[in-house]
């Protein structure tokens, strides 16, 4: 009865490939996050997405794509893995933006190792 | 820019100790204020939350926060701390503004470490 899930949960890949992490969330959520946190374990929302609207955050390079298959799936999608995408990848999700709470319940995290 | 502080990196407690955590937010906007608590190698946890209403708030395991607005404060405090309280501890911001509101913007964090 997981609430938002995401596999893998560590992914150890070389410079250059391209990999997915998967993100499912079993809530009814009408809204999923992509937050990125650094070795640093600072945060940052890198993409929100709900059934209208994908927001794409500007700092964010164009080798990140989400995909959202449907409203209860929000994968991201890496190509050309560089150095610097090491960290941990969460996925998260809410109410829709007109909702009564904005609480956002995380998944456990992907950790992503680039060699 | 909008942005949220928190002012300690690390904070090193004896257990039974109290504890504040400090956090303080940019803008005088309206604004949503959360904690978040990251134990190791797990996800982020909601602790507690400030929508509206009375400005002080707990969560079930004994913490608690005070919103202030004339300080742009969101400060976390417990009484007595427990060594199962290690834990990073974020502060987050929704800032909003009439019918829109923007991302959550997260602090740096704090890590609470409870000594025996």
């Known amino acids: 009865d997981t609430a938002v899930s995401q596999t893998p949960k560590y992914l150890v890949t070389q410079m250059g490939n391209d990999k997915s992490i998967k993100c499912e969330q079993n809530l009814g959520h009408d809204t999923m996050y992509w937050y990125k946190q650094d070795s640093k374990k600072f945060l940052k929302i890198m993409f929100s997405?709900?059934?209208?609207?994908?927001?794409i955050n500007e700092t964010v390079p164009n080798r990140f794509s989400p995909k959202s298959p449907d409203k209860a799936h929000l994968n991201l999608h890496i190509n050309s893995l560089e150095l610097g995408d090491s960290a941990v990848y969460f996925c998260?999700?809410?109410?829709?933006?007109?909702?009564?709470?904005?609480?956002?319940?995380f998944g456990p995290g992907t950790r992503l190792t680039v060699t | 820019a909008q942005s949220v502080t928190q002012l300690d990196s690390q904070v090193p407690v004896f257990e039974e100790a109290p504890v504040e955590l400090r956090c303080n937010y940019s803008s005088s906007v309206s604004v949503y204020l959360f904690w978040y608590v990251q134990y190791p190698n797990q996800g982020l946890q909601l602790l507690l939350k400030y929508l509206s209403g009375s400005t002080l708030v707990e969560s079930i395991n004994g913490f608690e926060a005070e919103f202030n607005k004339s300080q742009t404060s969101f400060h976390l405090r417990k009484p007595s701390v427990h060594i199962s309280d290690t834990a990073e501890y974020f502060c987050?911001?929704?800032?909003?503004?009439?019918?829109?509101?923007?991302?959550?913007?997260f602090g740096k964090g704090t890590k609470l470490s409870v000594k025996p």
């Open positions: 987050a911001v929704i800032f909003h503004y009439g019918g829109s509101q923007g991302n959550l913007i």
């Open positions: 997405y709900n059934n209208k609207e994908l927001i």
């Open positions: 998260a999700s809410s109410q829709a933006v007109t909702g009564l709470s904005y609480e956002q319940y």
